[in-house]
């Protein structure tokens, strides 16, 4: 794993104040229940997701750190030879795709291949994005804003009754309470019949921050105005490789890069014996009131 080149991310967001970000390392490596591991890069994130507002930063980063050590099904255990996640590298694709949007967002892609429900399980397909997501982010950068896309193609009412309701709140407490990113937009592209159940299970987790970037595309034309044509691959109408091919590059990446992932894991894992005061559990993490980090919406 090669992370991203630090001079040139403040470079090309000059706004940033380096001085400020080493300050914040600080304060994290002063923290007992943290990594001592923790690099300014890593830090970066959150300082850039967070709108360089240093104490909102503070407690995203600890809300993030917090939900990796405890929401188990998504963030532990993130040996890529595990049968699960090979499992899961047969079963769907995740693709970042080369190059950006003209305003200079990344996008990823998810999308079902093999069509068999029997073979889908939620909590490990969302543990194999999060670790391509984080892969992609460690050498990608901090970067003006990501687009999210879900390709519903092949998707039938058996995959959807494999997704429990507490699965699905606790990826999207993560996703708008936790992640290091300014999410734009978060599209369903080849919508299905079904997609009132779909957003039943979705609704009752979701802020106005993130039901305003989602947007569902029963034609392809529509999607383009978000994300150019050109930049997608193939089974999309763009000039990239088709997703199954695509998808390869980042899965051999996370099998070559097999023990720095879970490097990875333990870095971003508090211990909560450590922690001053009192540790926190899952059910702290849900009780948590408001929403220290607003979704960056443009």
């Known amino acids: 794993m090669k992370e991203a080149d630090l001079e040139e991310q403040y470079a090309r967001f000059p706004e940033i104040k380096r001085s400020e970000v080493q300050k914040f390392v600080e304060w994290i490596h002063a923290q007992p229940h943290i990594s001592d591991h923790f690099s300014e890069g890593e830090a970066l994130h959150f300082f850039h997701a967070c709108r360089y507002s240093m104490e909102v930063a503070k407690q995203v980063l600890d809300i993030n750190l917090t939900a990796r050590t405890h929401l188990d099904e998504f963030f532990v255990n993130l040996d890529c030879e595990r049968p699960e996640l090979r499992r899961a590298m047969k079963t769907i694709s995740i693709?970042?795709?080369?190059?950006?949007?003209?305003?200079?967002?990344?996008?990823?892609?998810?999308?079902?291949?093999?069509?068999?429900?029997?073979?889908y399980n939620f909590a490990d397909a969302m543990k194999l994005y999060c670790m391509i997501f984080d892969y992609w982010m460690y050498e990608d950068g901090i970067q003006p804003g990501h687009v999210i896309v879900i390709d519903l193609k092949g998707c039938a009412l058996g995959h959807l009754a494999r997704i429990g309701l507490l699965q699905m709140k606790k990826f999207l407490f993560y996703l708008q309470e936790a992640a290091a990113i300014r999410l734009i937009g978060f599209h369903f592209v080849n919508i299905v019949p079904f997609m009132d159940k779909i957003m039943a299970l979705m609704n009752p987790f979701m802020k106005k921050e993130l039901s305003s970037v989602l947007h569902m595309h029963n034609d392809i034309n529509d999607f383009y105005k978000f994300v150019p044509r050109e930049m997608l691959p193939k089974d999309y109408g763009g000039l990239g490789e088709e997703t199954n091919v695509a998808r390869e590059i980042y899965y051999k990446k996370l099998l070559d890069n097999r023990k720095e992932m879970l490097k990875f894991e333990t870095r971003h894992q508090v211990n909560e014996k450590l922690r001053p005061?009192?540790?926190?559990?899952?059910?702290?993490?849900?009780?948590?009131?408001?929403?220290?980090?607003?979704?960056?919406?443009?």
Do not use: C, H, Q, W
């Open 277 to 298: 005061g009192k540790a926190k559990t899952v059910s702290d993490l849900f009780g948590i009131e408001g929403n220290f980090k607003k979704l960056d919406i443009d």
């Open 95 to 119: 693709v970042p795709l080369p190059g950006a949007t003209p305003e200079g967002y990344r996008v990823i892609v998810a999308k079902l291949e093999d069509l068999n429900a029997s073979n």
